[in-house]
């Protein structure tokens, strides 16, 4: 199938300009200020575009649509969560698999897997939250890179879900300067976090502003985890 669209103003990273775009089998092959019709292919598409926009579609690195948390749900499924995607101008998102501390890893991808599958109006990946990394389970994540997933996120923060030890942080990081992933993380410091809750337990102080309290002022761990990525074993890791 072919398409062209016509006399619009395109915008591109670089250039503001009008002009015509023209894609086959989904690919955009000319962009051109006018391209003829005599050189389309049987049966192209027009869209008259102007007096509009064209940009390319919008990448969302991070997003959550599957979202078991605290013992609830995110309202959204794919559905809805990538026509609202859609409306925005957004065609790629990458969503965050954020298993539970004792559930497998390939597992956990594959259930957020068969939740995009037939519901996603856009293209799709997924980056995958290492919140275990016992020796046992370190080959699901190669498998999961196998599968198609380039990025991983550790979590510095909440303490007994979602944190890694520091040697498991180190070997999380080693597989993927390996494998060739980028590694984001949520820098904060577990403990000292937790040590603070604990210290205004029961002071009366609501928790969505005891939250802000116990954050502010000092953040030790992006300063910590840019040790560990400097590490010399760890040379060229790519840490976000």
């Known amino acids: ?138 080959d699901q994540f190669r498998d999961i890179v196998k599968a198609g997933v380039a990025s991983f996120k550790v979590f510095l923060a909440y303490k007994g879900a979602l944190n890694l030890s520091d040697e498991h942080l180190f070997a999380a990081m080693k597989l993927a300067k390996e494998l060739g992933v980028i590694v984001t993380a949520h820098c904060e410091n577990a403990d000292a976090i937790d040590a603070l809750q604990k210290a205004q337990d029961g002071t009366g102080v609501a928790q969505s502003f005891a939250s802000a309290d116990r954050r502010s002022g000092w953040c030790p761990s992006p300063l910590h985890i840019r040790r560990i990525a400097r590490h010399p074993r760890l040379h060229r890791a790519y840490v976000v």
Not at 24 to 41: C, F, M, N, S, Y
């Open 1 to 138: 199938m072919a398409l062209l669209i016509r006399g619009g103003r395109i915008i591109t990273p670089t250039e503001d300009f009008t002009g015509d775009i023209y894609a086959e089998d989904e690919h955009i092959t000319r962009i051109e200020p006018r391209i003829d019709p005599k050189v389309l292919a049987p049966g192209t598409e027009i869209i008259e575009a102007r007096g509009k926009y064209v940009l390319p579609g919008f990448i969302d690195p991070h997003v959550h649509i599957y979202l078991p948390f605290m013992g609830t749900y995110a309202a959204d499924d794919y559905e809805s969560a990538s026509k609202a995607a859609l409306a925005g101008g957004t065609t790629t998102l990458i969503e965050m698999i954020c298993p539970g501390a004792t559930d497998e890893p390939f597992a956990a991808f594959e259930l957020w897997k068969s939740k995009a599958e037939k519901l996603a109006a856009v293209d799709y990946t997924f980056h995958m939250s290492v919140v275990r990394f016992e020796s046992e389970v370190r």
